[in-house]
C-alpha cells in the first residue's frame, strides 16, 4: 500500500517546471467561483474536441456499438456533451485535490440509499467493494466519497513523478491509502480487514484476465474476471455508486447504490456479466459524463476482427 507520500527536491528539477506549471494553472482556476468554473470546464472540453479527434471517433464508435438504435444527431449531441464533461473533468481533478472539506460540502449532496447501508456494512467489519467506473467525475467522486467513508483507492502509479506524487497527495486528502491496482493479494486482504476498497471493473483491460460477456449491444465485450476473484476470495459487499454532476452548474450528487451482499459467484462469466448489468444502469443515470473516450472493444476474440 501507498501511504502519504513526502516530497523530494528531486520533483523540482528543470524537466519537471512545464508540469509544476499546469499544475498552477490547474490550482488558480479551481480558486474561482464554481459556475464559473463550470462554464470555463465546458467550454475548454468543446475546444478539445477541434484537437482530440482520434478520440471523438473513438466515443463516436463505441455509442455506435453500444447504442445502435440511437440516431446519428443523438450520438453526435451526446458526443459534444461528453467532450464538455472532459473539460470539466481537468477542473474537477483540481477541485478534488485543492478544494477544502467545506467548499466541497457546499456543492455535494448524498443521494440514492446514502451512507447508512456502507457504514453498518463498516460497523460489522465487512469489506466493501465500492464499483466505481470510469466516470469523468472520478476524481471528485472519490473526494467525495472518502469524506464520508474514508477507504483505500486503487490505482495506477502515474509515469510522471510530479503527477504521481501530487494525486496520490490528493486522494489521500480523504482516504486512508492507494494501493496499485495490479496488487491483487493486497486488496484481498484490505477487503477481509473490513476495508472499503475503490475498483473499476468496466475497462477493457486486455486479454490475460478476462472474459468474453455482453455489455450493451455488444455481445463479446472482454471484461475483467478481477470482480469474481476479489468477491470470492474476500466476501465482501459490492457497493455501486456514480458520482453525478448536476446539469447547469448546480453541484454534485454522491449518488449511493444498494449494496449486494450475497452476487452470483458460480464462475468469472457469470459474476463478469452480472456486474457489466451493474455497470449499465450506473453509466444510464449519467451517460454524458461516461469515459466513452477509451478504446472498450479493443480487445476480441481470437479471429475478430477489430471494432475500430
Not at 470546464?41 to 478539445?48: H, I, K, S, V
Not at 472519490?142 to 509515469?159: E, K, L, W
Amino acid at each position: 500500500m501507498t501511504h502519504l507520500p513526502q516530497f523530494s527536491i528531486a520533483l523540482l528539477h528543470p524537466r519537471h517546471w512545464f508540469t509544476w506549471a499546469g499544475i498552477g494553472l490547474l490550482w488558480l482556476l479551481v480558486q474561482l467561483p464554481y459556475p464559473v468554473i463550470y462554464r470555463l470546464g465546458c467550454g475548454l472540453g468543446r475546444l478539445a474536441m477541434r484537437f482530440m479527434t482520434r478520440r471523438a471517433r473513438i466515443a463516436r464508435r463505441n455509442l455506435e456499438l453500444c447504442f445502435p438504435h440511437m440516431s446519428e444527431q443523438e450520438r453526435e449531441a451526446l458526443v459534444v456533451k461528453n467532450f464538455e464533461s472532459v473539460g470539466m473533468g481537468l477542473m474537477e481533478t483540481g477541485m478534488a485535490w485543492f478544494w477544502s472539506d467545506k467548499r466541497m460540502n457546499r456543492w455535494m449532496e448524498v443521494t440514492g440509499t446514502g451512507m447508512e447501508p456502507v457504514h453498518s456494512l463498516q460497523a460489522q467489519n465487512t469489506g466493501v467493494l465500492l464499483i466505481g467506473i470510469h466516470f469523468l467525475t472520478l476524481e471528485i467522486g472519490a473526494r467525495m466519497f472518502g469524506m464520508q467513508a474514508p477507504g483505500i483507492g486503487v490505482y495506477r502509479p502515474n509515469d510522471n513523478p510530479v503527477i504521481d506524487w501530487l494525486q496520490t497527495r490528493g486522494r489521500m486528502r480523504s482516504n486512508k491509502s492507494m494501493i496499485d491496482r495490479k496488487d491483487l493479494k493486497g486488496m484481498i486482504r484490505a477487503l477481509k480487514s473490513g476495508e472499503v476498497i475503490w475498483y473499476a471493473p468496466d475497462h477493457d483491460y486486455g486479454p490475460g484476465a478476462s472474459v468474453f460477456v455482453p455489455f450493451f449491444a455488444v455481445d463479446d465485450a472482454a471484461t475483467t474476471s478481477g470482480t469474481w476473484t476479489l468477491a470470492r476470495l474476500s466476501s465482501a459487499a459490492i457497493v455501486p455508486f456514480v458520482p453525478r454532476r448536476k446539469a447547469n452548474g448546480k453541484g454534485y450528487e454522491l449518488m449511493m447504490l444498494n449494496p449486494e451482499c450475497s452476487p452470483p459467484l458460480d464462475d468469472a462469466k457469470t459474476t463478469a456479466a452480472w456486474m457489466n448489468d451493474i455497470v449499465e444502469k450506473c453509466i444510464l443515470l449519467a451517460p454524458e459524463q461516461y469515459m466513452w473516450l477509451h478504446r472498450r472493444f479493443k480487445t476480441r476474440p481470437e479471429g475478430v476482427p477489430s471494432r475500430y
